[in-house]
């Protein structure tokens, strides 16, 4: 399996940007999606779920401002990111879970794309 996460870059407090992550390998609508996040200095960190129904979980800090989605006729996950903040820098992380169904924790993982920048300044 391999993931191809892309779509960050440098944006203004309050703007948007919207990550992709291309998934190849296995059949990408068994599965469920996830985004993690590392800022600077700190551990990785749980943004969003969503399962092979669709179904979307997301961490508290980012609720009503992120949005995951799926297209499973093109093998993407995608994480919407609106009022960006400077808390939400940090290098993001598309995963793959290991069923149809996911979590906050990283066990629940198996596949990690290499991740990509956002940057927010304020």
């Known amino acids: 399996v391999q993931l191809q996460a892309s779509g960050g870059g440098l944006v203004q407090t309050g703007g948007s940007l919207r990550l992709s992550c291309a998934a190849s390998?296995?059949?990408?609508?068994?599965?469920?999606m996830g985004w993690f996040r590392q800022a600077p200095g700190k551990e990785r960190e749980f943004v969003a779920h969503?399962?092979?129904?669709?179904?979307?979980y997301y961490t508290r800090s980012v609720k009503g401002r992120f949005t995951i989605s799926r297209d499973n006729d093109r093998n993407t996950v995608y994480l919407r990111m609106d009022a960006l903040k400077p808390e939400d820098t940090a290098v993001y992380y598309c995963?793959?879970?290991?069923?149809?169904?996911?979590?906050?924790?990283?066990?629940?993982?198996?596949?990690w794309g290499q991740g990509t920048q956002v940057t927010v300044s304020s």
């Open positions: 995963t793959q879970s290991k069923s149809s169904y996911a979590n906050a924790y990283e066990s629940a993982y198996d596949y």
């Open positions: 390998g296995r059949t990408f609508s068994s599965y469920a």
């Open positions: 969503i399962d092979w129904r669709g179904v979307a």
